[in-house]
C-alpha cells in the first residue's frame, strides 16, 4: 500500500485588501501580489473548518471516512489544547487521531511526509491533512515591507492508501538551521518571553514600517540569500534521492514567497526548462498553504498526464527546507 494524494481545495477569507492602496505600482510589480485576502474575526482554525468543508463537498469525498487530521498551523486557536482536535469535533468526525504540525513555509512537505509514514506503515488508510495561516493577524498593519507579501487562507488534501507498484509521494529531503531562527520570527508569546511579563512595544525601523515585539519580524534580504544558497542544492538532492534529471520533471510547484525571489530561483536552479509555477498575484504568500494552493491552480488548467513527476519545495520560517517528488496524476472529482 502506497500513500497518494487524491484531492486538493482551498479557502480564502472574504476581505481582500488591496496592495495598491498600500505601497506603489513597482513594489507591486517587484513581489508580485496585487490583493490579499485578510481575516478579520476568523481564527486558524475556523478556515481550516471551511477548507475541509470545501473539499468534501468539491470531490464527493464521505468525511466519516477520515482516519486522522493532521494540522499544520503556526497560531493555532489556543496555546492548548492542539486545533486539530477541535477541528475533529466541528466537522462531526469520529473520535479519530489528530495532530498539529508547528511549521510553516516548509510545513506542507512535512505534512505529506507525516500522512506517508502513517499510511504505508499500516495505521491508518486515509489522511485529511490541513494547512491554515492567519499571519496578518501578526502583521502591524503600518508594516509596508512586511504586510503586502502575506495572504491568510487554509487548504485541506486528502491523501489515502492505494495498491500500486510504485511509490506516488517520494525522495523526501528535510533541512533546518535554527541559529538563523531571527530571521523571521515574533519575539513575544511564547513560552520563552510571555506576554505578561513582556509589554508590547513599538518600533519603527528606517523605512517609517511600525512593529512590535508582539508582531513579524522579518529579515528580507536574509531569506532571499537562505532560499538562493540552500534550495538549489536541495532540488539537486531530492533528483539525486529520485534518481531523475531535470528534463524527467513535469512540474515544479515551489513554496510562493515572492514572484522576484522566485525568479531568480528559478535561474539559480537551471529550472528554465521546466514547467514551473510563480503567481501569487491574488493570493500573497499563504506560508505552508503555498504549496497546496499552487497545486489547486496548477490542475485546475494542466492535463493529468503531464503531472506525473512533480517536484514540490517548501522553504523559510525556521529556518527550514524539505523537499520531494509527487505523482498529481490522479487528483479528479468524481
Known sequence: MFARIRAVSSYLPEIVEKNIDLVDARVIKKIGVEERHVVKNESAGDLAVKAAEKLFDEYKISRDETEFILLC???????????????????????????????GCSGYIYGLATAKGLIETGAVKNILL?????????????????????????????????????????????????????????PVGGSKFMPRDNPEVFETDEGGNVHSN????????????FTLHEIPKLIDDVLNKAKLTRADLDYCIFHQANKLIMEYLQKKAELENVPYFND??????????SVPYAIEQVIKSVSPARLKKV????????????????????????
Not at 75 to 103: C, E, F, K, V
Not at 280 to 289: A, H
Not at 311 to 334: E, N, P, Y
Open 130 to 186: 490541513i494547512t491554515s495561516s492567519v499571519y496578518t493577524k501578526y502583521i502591524n498593519a503600518q508594516d509596508l515591507a512586511i504586510r503586502p507579501l502575506f495572504g491568510d487562507g487554509a487548504t485541506a488534501t486528502w491523501i489515502e492508501a492505494v495498491e500500486e507498484p510504485t511509490e506516488n509521494i517520494r525522495a523526501f529531503v528535510f533541512g533546518s538551521d535554527g541559529a538563523r531562527f531571527d530571521k523571521l520570527y515574533i
Open 73 to 103: 498551523v503556526q497560531h493555532p486557536d489556543y496555546l492548548g489544547p492542539h486545533t486539530a482536535a477541535q477541528i475533529q469535533s466541528r466537522l462531526g468526525l469520529p473520535q479519530i487521531g489528530t495532530m498539529d504540525i508547528s511549521l
Open 280 to 289: 501569487i498575484s491574488k493570493s500573497g504568500n499563504l506560508v505552508s498553504g
Open 214 to 225: 508582539y508582531e513579524i519580524h522579518m529579515d528580507g534580504a536574509a531569506l532571499a540569500y
Open 311 to 334: 517536484l514540490l519545495t517548501g522553504f523559510g520560517v525556521g529556518l527550514s527546507w524539505a523537499g520531494c517528488i509527487v505523482d498529481l496524476s490522479q487528483i479528479f472529482k468524481r
